[in-house]
């Protein structure tokens, strides 16, 4: 006889697990306990076997017997049931590992850890910050589900709040998420290869620099008188001296620094091109640094933020620092010194344009060419470091200068 929600209610525990039988195969299991499940008996080539349907009242008399005739429908497409259930679990697991937020994730992992290529922790940390900005729109779905209209939307979001940069370095790096998909097997094609062209194009701005002789001796005057902290003041003292990308000088540690030999070798890790980087250290630079040396200690960060040795500086402070001698940000910036040392520098007609190509550390895309003037300009390199710190100290005291002929900007 069909069970009913009244017989059902009523069925009591008992010292042993008992079955209340429905039809078609479908009967409740009282255990011991209280608890009421469903299961199904059927019968696959001639062995008898039985499958979980749900627990009682989650699971509802009418619902139970939906889910008994989904069960005997596939028995008789000549289907298992049990099998097609843990067929179900596996796809259900497959598909929440390949979801747009966990195969991100995977990429963004094998990109720290790629050898030569791999992301320094700045890239690293920004790249992951950008991708997390789709987790709310794509982010859950399957990335094989994902179409261009649902990447599109998603960017454009970004793009509506004028963050047209990040809009543009988001879906550049959503594609690369899919293209790392299709080849890792778990996606047929990139589906953001049609949308070249559908953000619109930011604005390209250059970075601030001072590159006339006059007001560069007067920056540098400027940054002698500054009153803020002392160890941003030594900061932006250096900074000239070297002219090494702001992200360098901010997690400069002093385990990298060769004092006796006038050496600072920037790791692989931290630089642009992922190489190591190679600065000579003038006389000039060696003083600054003892002098951070005498605030900071000889361990750690060269220039630890205010907050926590643990932490280099803020990537802001150089520029709050030159914001606050008055300088806007169309005037000189921290990334600014590169352009001014490039700048002067091949005006002075004094040095070979590959030693400050080298001293700037632009790559070289062919590696026997870059191997080659690595070694043939470091003599060079270090002679003209000193050069331009002394240099530097003439245009300080409004000595010497050179004519300026063209501007370009520095990368």
Known sequence: MPLTDVAIRNAKPRAKPYKVGDSLGLFLLVQPTGGKLWRLKYRVDGKEKKLAIGAYPAVGLADARRRRDDARELLALGKDPSREKQRQKVRAKLQAETTFEAIAAEFCEKRKRDGQKAWAPGTATRSEYLLSLLKGSIGKLPISEIEPADVLAAVRKIESKGKLESARRTLQLA??????????????????????????????????????????????????????????????????????????????????????????????????????????????????????????????????????????????????????????????????????????????????????????????????????????????????????????????????????????AIA
């Open 175 to 408: 594609s690369a998420v899919f293209r790392y998909a299709v080849a890792t097997a778990r996606l047929r094609s990139d589906p953001t290869r049609d949308l070249r062209g559908a953000l619109t194009a930011p604005t390209v701005t250059h970075y601030g620099a001072i590159l006339d002789p006059v007001r560069v001796g007067e920056l540098l005057r400027a940054i002698d008188g500054y009153e803020g902290q002392p160890i941003t003041k030594i900061a932006m003292q250096l900074a000239p001296h070297v002219f090494v990308r702001p992200g360098e000088l901010r997690h400069a540690e002093w385990c990298e620094f060769d004092l006796n030999g006038a050496l600072w070798t920037i790791p692989a890790s931290k630089t642009k091109m992922r190489k190591d980087h190679l600065v000579p250290l003038s006389r000039q630079a060696l003083k600054i640094l003892e002098d951070a040396q005498a605030l900071t200690g000889q361990q750690g960060y060269v220039f630890p933020s205010i907050r926590s040795s643990k932490r280099p500086m803020s990537d802001n402070t150089i520029n709050a620092g030159l914001r606050r001698l008055g300088y806007g940000t169309d005037e000189m910036t921290a990334h600014g010194f590169r352009a001014m040392a490039s700048t002067l520098l091949n005006e002075s007609g004094k040095w070979h344009p590959d030693a400050i190509e080298r001293a700037l550390a632009h790559g070289d895309s062919d590696k026997v060419r870059a191997a080659y003037h690595r070694g043939a300009h470091w003599k060079e390199r270090v002679a003209m470091a000193q050069w331009w710190s002394d240099h530097l100290d003439q245009l300080r005291k409004g000595g010497e200068v050179f004519p300026i002929k063209s501007r370009r």
